[in-house]
């Protein structure tokens, strides 16, 4: 090799494009803050690790094991957790057929398979500005034109902004909600606007996206149904047993029209193959017994107990100087602070000198947005109720400490924010 | 909603493009002809049902559970499994670290992300023209210029004819590789071609992405060392302990380079957040005890006397007229027939009539190739000693009776194959 080969030769190990523009996922921070020592964590969506029925679980692998050695083989879907998963939709007021679900390594997958299908490179999409990060993420990678709407804080989804959308001729690939338990807002959207947006759907034949990992998660009436139960071929249904069973499994499941399964197989198979059979069987058995439906309600006592400590605490706490809703689904309350406070550099501060942490609101936006930068998502379903009283106490203090500051800084250089 | 109205609009719900070129997988179909009454199946690398350690899981799971209700939970890579996987590959001649491991489901998902790291639609790759159908499988999605190069049955890829695509300009994004226990030719490649391919990646800076399942399942002397050995920064390597210990927890990993790992960490998140906590603690706790080393000695004496066992049998029912190896490693054989024989048809013949199934050799072809299409890929790990006797004679009888009808056919119709 001369030093002139050497030089005429081009790099053949440049990486993807994407790779460019790469940033890093505010979750897996969020992820290693937790493993701060003392550190209170209100900043992912985990189940309360104190509730996991680990005793059921270490009883059904046993069970699975003794009963199936396929249970560890490669193998197809499992007809049985199929048909559990009918048997849950139509709890929820849906009505299936075991030909129209599919099984997933949870509800994140279930969104990267339906937009793998539904989605070219730089396709116009509607979604919510403020909405689940882990969806940006998915939909990032096909560089698409994304329509933002905005959230009502009592009724969900601007479904005036979607319709003025589609009015001007935009043709979105689809509509992604999250009607019930928004992330992060918590809120649960109307059933006159659900009724609105499949009329629009129907009308302008675009698909809806409907993410619903939380909607068994209710804390007064149960919500209205999913939008999937008004109609079987406009909206695609993504659901998880990760919050009402457990999250290390990675199993969730979409309901989509029978035609396009042969189309996830060939997705899915590409990915991964298919999903982990052992944990299929697992759950399986584990619904089997009927125990889920009890195991829920207890979920959802538990976490109504966490909410209203989280409630009362903010009511303590902020008393005149922020804003928030009563979520009565989900597993989150958004914060609304007075604008001056930054919420990124409140987390700084809370994380480092209060030893508490949370999502800034600004993790959540596709355009960034001013009322996002002050406000910030709390998460209670992962702290038993005297941490939540605890970090409310730290946070309070954070948020006090950073007014101090914000004072000062404003009276020194009019503008800065904490 | 008027009918001018509904005539001028587009309808929204189109899918994306590749759903149009979109064909149904080999794999899932030989999958669903597992479930036919009394087939014996040679088609799929499935590892013997008979031998998964079904005991050593079902007390892992106890002891998991009761030690660590995390395991349930979202959690981070474990750092233990990471750790094991460094030793693995210390005993295969590969010095590494845990900042360069990355779990994956399966490798599988360990090529998916390799691949969406390296490829931009419609760059070059360099494959062997018959090779894994899920590798052709993934790279699909981005349509790339596959430059093919063919595999000698003894030696492995011909490294000849990859540089001369180098030599004339060619500049792929990476180069496949299958080095031990190739699928499906059961060769490994040699020592030779593996410094020689090394040699060119350093010269024109490639990147080799090494899919290394089968490499621990060796009947003679321990294989070359992988190439990730030889070289840490060309070398991307794709490993997998569903041949070595179970496919259904689908846990694979992959060594990269340090400085990739928070891009692949990007990938893995919007695909499906993380590998399953449950199956890497579970993992992590089995390597612990030792266990593994005796249970892949196990595997490797008794997939020795399987692969003996078919030999034994190919030789008794295949005097003449066909061809294939004796493979060192790995879980399949390649054998080849006299040309008229269609291997396709052949699978018809010898699924409905005879109740034995095979992999077609067209199957793992990228461009279609006369070798392959009289070719057929035997696995010789899942069935049973007694059943691969039987399977055998079954095969044996369907090329019998193959060959009739085809010189029935021919003195007819001088051309039709069967």
């Known amino acids: 090799v001369t030093s002139t080969g050497k030089a005429a030769i081009n790099d053949c190990a440049q990486h993807a494009l994407w790779t460019e523009r790469a940033t890093r996922s505010p979750m897996q921070e969020a992820q290693e803050r937790l493993a701060q020592p003392g550190i209170i964590s209100f900043s992912l969506g985990l189940p309360g690790t104190d509730l996991f029925p680990t005793g059921e679980f270490a009883k059904a692998c046993g069970a699975v094991l003794e009963a199936n050695p396929q249970a560890l083989q490669y193998g197809p879907p499992s007809h049985e957790l199929k048909s559990h998963i009918v048997s849950l939709m139509r709890a929820r007021g849906v009505s299936c057929h075991e030909r129209q679900v599919f099984l997933t390594n949870g509800a994140q997958q279930g969104l990267h398979l339906i937009i793998s299908l ?29 329509l933002p709407v905005s959230t009502d804080p009592k009724t969900g989804m601007d479904v005036d902004k979607v319709e003025w959308y589609l009015a001007k001729g935009m043709r979105p690939a689809f509509v992604y909600a999250i009607p019930d338990g928004h992330n992060p807002f918590g809120v649960s959207m109307s059933v006159e606007k659900r009724s609105r947006l499949l009329a629009l759907a129907e009308y302008y034949r675009f698909v809806i996206v409907e993410d619903d990992p939380y909607g068994s ?12 139960a008004l109609c079987g071929h406009r909206v695609y249904y993504v659901g998880s047993f990760s919050k009402i069973l457990a999250p290390s499994l990675r199993i969730g499941w979409l309901v989509v029209p029978d035609h396009l399964v042969p189309y996830l197989s060939i997705i899915k198979e590409a990915c991964d193959i298919h999903v982990a059979s052992f944990s299929q069987h697992l759950v399986a058995h584990l619904l089997n017994s009927g125990f889920l439906t009890r195991h829920v309600e207890g979920l959802r006592s538990e976490y109504r107990r966490r909410r ?21 689904c989900g597993i989150y309350i958004w914060l609304r602070l007075p604008k001056h406070i930054n919420a990124t550099r409140l987390l700084d501060l809370a994380a480092s000198q209060h030893a508490v942490a949370f999502m800034p609101g600004s993790v959540f936006c596709i355009h960034s947005e001013p009322s996002a930068a002050s406000s910030l998502r709390l998460n209670f379903s992962y702290p038993s109720m005297a941490r939540i009283d605890e970090g409310m106490l730290r946070l309070g203090a954070a948020v006090s400490s950073a007014e101090k500051r914000s ?10 924010t904490i």
Not at 120 to 137: C, V
Not at 308 to 328: C, K, V
Not at 407 to 416: I, K, L, N, Q, V
Request: glycine content about 6%; aromatic content about 12%; cysteine-free.
């Open 217 to 228: 998660l209710f804390y007064s009436d149960p919500p209205a149904n999913p939008m999937r």
């Open 118 to 146: 539904l989605l070219d490179r730089g396709r116009q999409i509607i979604a919510e500005n403020i909405s689940y990060p882990g969806f940006h993420q998915i939909v990032g990678f096909y560089e698409p034109e994304v």
């Open 308 to 328: 209203n400590t989280m409630l009362a605490a903010l009511s303590r706490q902020f008393p005149s100087d922020a804003e928030w809703e009563s979520p009565d």
């Open 407 to 416: 004072t000062r800084g404003r009276a020194m250089s009019r503008g800065s």
